[in-house]
């Protein structure tokens, strides 16, 4: 697919934005980050899995500039329903979706990363949204970021149209780690393995509630984890985790009870 490669392996997905040398969000980019991860979800019996990355020097400095600076009104609005189209595609991916940023995640790109579940980012990346530089405010999945940093930071990042290295991203819960630019490969692999060698069935459960949790109030929340709980034995996935993990412990004391 022009400008995004797809490559499966092993229960995971791996979609790269391939638009060197930013990864520049065109519409047909943001149409086609939207199409593959929905093709995703409808064929995701064997999927545990997915990482969205970018090639080159960047995950992506934004959505292009040039495309939106002669919208009018209608255009204008069409423009950011497809980006909100896609990001929620990502969001609404039934496995969880780990972020790879490095060099640059700004504007839109960041609003996209904001739809994956965990994001992973080199030590220099760059995350910001710099919307208000170029006359327009940043909307739709911006939204989510005072969830994750707070209110004051929202506004710096906002308001200011800031932007903060991936330590402080980490510090502030942008990001969920900032690792040398040289261990982001392995980070990223070390994550995307942990996910796959959990108990599937549990893991889609966990990632559905917490996209409920974001929307309902805390009541509702705490019935419907109650009811995900139960229905979770409709399979035998449980008893076979807790026999896997019981099993481990009795293996684990016989160990270290004949070590002498």
């Avoid at 490669?5 to 047909?28: E, S």
């Avoid at 009104?73 to 790879?100: D, F, Q, T, W």
């Avoid at 290295?165 to 990223?188: F, H, K, Y």
Wanted: glycine residues 8%; proline residues 6%; negative net charge.
């Amino acid at each position: 697919m022009t400008d995004l490669v797809v490559a499966c392996a092993d229960g995971v997905a791996r979609v790269t934005l391939d638009r060197p040398p930013l990864n520049i969000l065109t519409p047909a980019l943001i149409d086609a980050v939207g199409s593959v991860f929905r093709d995703l979800a409808r064929d995701a019996a064997g999927l545990r899995a997915v990482v969205l990355a970018g090639s080159g020097r960047a995950f992506s400095a934004g959505v292009d500039v040039q495309a939106m600076r002669d919208l009018d009104v209608p255009r204008a609005r069409a423009l950011i329903g497809r980006l909100h189209a896609a990001i929620a595609a990502v969001r609404e991916c039934p496995v969880p979706v780990v972020a790879r940023l490095h060099g640059h995640a700004l504007g839109g790109a960041l609003e996209l990363s904001l739809g994956a579940d965990l994001r992973l980012a080199a030590a220099s990346c760059r995350l910001g949204m710099p919307e208000i530089e170029v006359g327009i405010p940043s909307v739709i999945e911006a939204a989510l970021l005072p969830g994750l940093v707070g209110w004051g930071r929202t506004a710096e990042l906002l308001l200011l149209g800031r932007s903060v290295e991936a330590p402080e991203a980490e510090r502030w819960g942008l990001v969920n780690r900032a690792v040398p630019d040289d261990a982001l490969d392995g980070e990223v692999d070390r994550w995307v393995g942990r996910l796959a060698a959990l108990p599937p069935g549990a893991l889609r459960q966990q990632k559905a509630l917490l996209g409920h949790w974001r929307r309902i109030d805390l009541d509702s929340a705490i019935a419907l984890s109650m009811d995900a709980f139960a229905r979770a034995y409709a399979s035998d996935e449980p008893r076979r985790a807790m026999q896997a993990f019981l099993d481990r412990g009795r293996t684990d004391h016989s160990e270290r009870a004949t070590d002498p």
